[in-house]
């Protein structure tokens, strides 16, 4: 089994937010390959901690269909489903093309600075080819539009299907390419500061057809990891 611990338990972490925290990074990174069985025993002496914990954390991951357990025969990590992904990517577009139509009326100057800034530390994370980090930048841009118009458990729900999507990319990671989701931020916060609805939402159309990976070609390239 393939395992990186990536920090140390923070001070405020409990045992089972400290497990949590590390087997979704792990998972996401793709560390753990989907379909790989898991050891709770194993997962437990690595971190340093009791099973309870780990046994805890798996139950939130199998609740967010990153884990799959099956009594008596064990618990793995979840193969990737492109059923699952297609329907984020539904319900993603359909919404957040509303929210920027929200974004362009409500958008206050308070939440533009905020954009802005975000958008200044995407700048910084793709010239030092931080990916990870970008990626994380990336869904903290779509977030602020969502709480500029006052809508951010909205996003909370649209977040059930975050790790998933970024699992596909990190396959496709040769194909990534900061500059083009900076340029599609860019002009998207462009229209909303001119309050330019039909250019935002084409610019956000065009975003969302690029970060989604073509599950064809990944199917084909890692056929293991699928459903
Ligand atoms: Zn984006």
Redesign the pocket.
């Known amino acids: 089994m393939s395992f990186t611990i990536y920090s140390e338990k923070k001070g405020e972490e409990s045992s089972r937010q400290y497990a949590y925290r590390t087997l979704r990074r792990n998972i996401l990174l793709l560390d753990m390959h989907p379909g790989e069985p898991i050891s709770e025993k194993e997962i437990a002496t690595s971190l340093g901690l009791s099973r309870t914990p780990v046994r805890e954390a798996l139950l939130d991951l199998c609740r967010e269909r990153l884990i799959e357990i099956y009594p008596q025969r064990g618990t793995r990590v979840a193969l990737m489903d492109g059923r699952l992904v297609e329907q984020g990517r539904f319900l993603r577009e359909t919404v957040e093309l509303a929210i920027l139509e929200l974004a362009c009326r409500e958008c206050g100057k308070f939440e533009i600075d905020k954009l802005e800034e975000n958008l200044e530390l995407q700048r910084q994370l793709a010239k030092n080819g931080e990916v990870i980090g970008f990626f994380q930048c990336?869904?903290d841009?779509?977030r602020l539009l969502y709480i500029g118009c006052g809508k951010e458990t909205v996003y909370d729900a649209i977040g059930f299907y975050l790790p998933h999507f970024i699992r596909e990319r990190m396959l496709r990671l040769d194909m990534f390419n900061p500059y083009d989701?900076l340029s599609?931020?860019e002009q998207i916060l462009e229209a909303v500061k001119e309050r330019d609805c039909r250019k935002a939402k084409a610019h956000l159309k065009q975003?969302l057809d690029r970060?989604m990976c073509d599950q064809k070609i990944l199917k084909e390239a890692y056929p293991n990891y699928f459903v």
């Open positions: 990336d869904s841009f779509h989701l599609d931020h975003h970060v």
